[in-house]
């Protein structure tokens, strides 16, 4: 059973802070993602990573990094916190192969930027 | 890129009627269609999914349909159960670098007993 786990459920952070969010997968997944998710905008894709190393900008990287270091750990950084950051976080993983292409997420990390 | 509408953004029926969420995109390249259940609280979940080849898939009480002409694809929710009430979205992928998926805005389903 595909386990995508996330570092924190809840965090509150200060304008200006660095934040790190963290998410592990246990699959072997080569695709990893990160999504914002706010009400009636659905999910928006930050950043994606389809290896190790490599990261592809998605519909909304501004303000915000990654870190791909390993193949089961995708990072998301937020360099200098502001309040329109605040949002639903979810990770999510899947498999490279055509035909397998499922998307597995995490729990979520609720960000509140003070 | 893409871009999927969903509609309605939400939507109340009575328990045991049925419900139609609809999403439509706009690149013919897309050839994979996923729709995800997210009940308050939890993650998304991988419901039911169709592949550009097929234009309708069952499983149990949920299925979906496609109509790529039109490029629209439909999720059809019968005898709806309380349980049911959750937020649904669909998503398109091209299966492009990173299989990416392009989401719709949700919709949000209220099942009333």
């Known amino acids: 059973d595909v386990k995508v786990t996330q570092s924190s459920r809840y965090l509150v952070k200060r304008t200006g802070e660095k934040v790190f969010l963290e998410c592990v997968q246990d699959?072997?997944?080569?695709?990893m993602f990160w999504y914002r998710q706010d009400p009636g905008l659905g999910l928006r894709l930050i950043y994606f990573?389809?290896?190790?190393?490599?990261?592809e900008k998605g519909d909304i990287p501004e303000g915000y990094s990654v870190s791909r270091e390993k193949k089961e750990r995708f990072s998301l950084i937020l360099e200098s916190a502001s309040t329109n950051q605040t949002s639903m976080y979810l990770c999510?993983?899947?498999?490279?192969?055509?035909?397998?292409?499922?998307?597995?997420f995490g729990p979520g990390t609720r960000l509140l930027v003070l | 890129g893409e871009n999927v509408e969903q509609h309605p953004s939400t939507l109340s029926v009575q328990e045991g009627d049925s419900a139609v969420i609809k999403c439509t995109y706009s690149d013919s390249a897309s050839n994979y269609f996923p729709w995800y259940k997210q009940e308050l609280g939890k993650r998304p979940q991988l419901i039911i999914d169709i592949r550009s080849n097929v234009g309708e898939k069952k499983d149990q009480r949920i299925a979906v349909t496609l109509n790529k002409t039109a490029k629209h694809f439909s999720l059809h929710i019968t005898e709806t159960q309380p349980e049911d009430s959750a937020v649904y979205f669909c998503a398109a992928s091209s299966g492009n670098t990173g299989n990416q998926f392009y989401f719709g805005t949700g919709t949000s389903l209220t099942v009333i007993p």
């Open positions: 990573s389809y290896d190790v190393k490599m990261k």
């Open positions: 699959m072997d997944h080569e695709n």
């Open positions: 999510a993983s899947s498999l490279l192969t055509s035909g397998k292409e499922t998307q597995y």
